[in-house]
């Protein structure tokens, strides 16, 4: 069996390349270049990831590729990021970028390559049920790493064709994995910012991408009056409360964006909990739509503990999947543009884009 190696000059992807070599897979390394301003982080690909990523395959022995990906990662991840930012909702790049990309671009790579597989650095894994026979997408073992929630995306067509070597590994050992066989990379440092946000100044990004300036509009209360002025809407999420640049005589937070009125609407603490939330183009890992309600637990942020609640299937106007969603305890700051994955202990259920 052939496997495609997604490899972005990492110690997780680096290692993961190993371990599939190990396994007897014949392996092809290849690099997506995504973004590659000198700032950006190396976790998707810039220059020193690619050069790091290629002296990796160079010691397993492994053919390695380098991908022009730039103008789709543009259109796909960049574009909906700026779009989404414009419209007061925060969205999830990196889960967009493994929709599009990592499991769609690089899965289109390797039937070119006639790799029968395609393997990355994420923490999670793929289990078969041997009573449906169904693929199953679980939970990491080393729980502060696990991703599961950034690939609820995954269906049973490429759930057969993906391996998740990392899944049963704490980073620890995958470290040291990587120092054993001599890896450049073996100590290197993970990126904690979005690649092409490597400050974290999403507005600034926004600004330059996008050529615009968002101009400054009302603050208001619950009941529209208004209370002072905001800097333009793409410095605001959901629940924020500091960086809100001014007093207001008492802690105040953001609960609502209303981007067509250029309108920010602040109130206390406990206005930003609630008990419904709805998200659209849902997957359902299982390919087969639940009937009726289910009680699951859903996270509705990539490091969110998981809460219970009751989940009911409908389908959108425009014919997609969506999901209504009814936590036992109110939930602070449910944000448009967010994840909500459901869960099944370890078992990811499946999730959609909330609204």
């Known amino acids: 069996m052939k496997a495609l190696i997604a490899m972005s000059g990492g110690v997780d992807s680096s290692v993961a390349a190993k371990l599939v070599r190990e396994a007897g897979y014949e392996c092809v390394g290849c690099t997506m270049k995504l ?10 690909g810039a220059a020193s990831g690619a050069e790091d990523a290629r002296l990796v395959a160079e010691r397993l022995g492994m053919p390695f590729y380098l991908l022009d990906l730039q103008g789709e990662f543009r259109r796909c991840v960049i574009d909906k990021f700026i779009d989404s930012y414009s419209r007061g909702v925060t969205p999830n790049p990196c889960i967009d970028c493994n929709k599009n990309l990592k499991f769609g671009r690089l899965l289109q790579k390797a039937d070119e390559l006639g790799c029968d597989h395609i393997a990355t650095g994420h923490y999670a894994r793929v289990r078969r049920d041997p009573a449906s026979g169904k693929y199953l997408l679980m939970k990491a073992v080393d729980r502060s790493k696990d991703q599961s929630y950034v690939l609820y995306n995954l269906t049973q067509q490429l759930l057969a064709r993906v391996l998740l070597p990392l899944g049963d590994l704490t980073k620890q050992q995958v470290r040291e994995l990587a120092g054993a066989d001599g890896f450049v990379n073996a100590e290197k440092p993970e990126s904690q910012d979005i690649c092409f946000v490597p400050d974290g100044d999403y507005a600034a990004v926004i600004k330059t991408f996008s050529g615009r300036e968002y101009p400054p509009g009302d603050y208001v209360d619950l009941n529209g009056n208004v209370i002072g002025t905001h800097r333009g809407i793409i410095h605001y999420t959901i629940g924020q409360h500091k960086h809100l640049g001014q007093a207001f005589g008492e802690k105040r937070y953001v609960c609502r964006i209303d981007a067509a009125t250029n309108r920010i609407v602040l109130g206390s603490n406990e206005d930003t909990f609630s008990s419904d939330a709805k998200a659209t183009g849902v997957n359902w890992i ?22 219970w609640a009751t989940v009911r299937p409908v389908i959108d106007p425009d014919g997609t999947d969506a999901a209504e969603i009814r936590f036992d305890q109110p939930q602070r700051a449910i944000t448009p543009g967010q994840a909500a994955v459901f869960y099944d202990e370890d078992i990811v259920l499946g999730g959609g884009t909330l609204v």
């Open 286 to 307: 299982s390919g087969e739509v639940p009937v009726g309600k289910i009680r699951c637990r859903v996270r509705l942020r990539y490091k969110q503990k998981e809460q």
């Open 35 to 44: 973004f590659e301003p000198e700032a950006v982080s190396d976790s998707c």
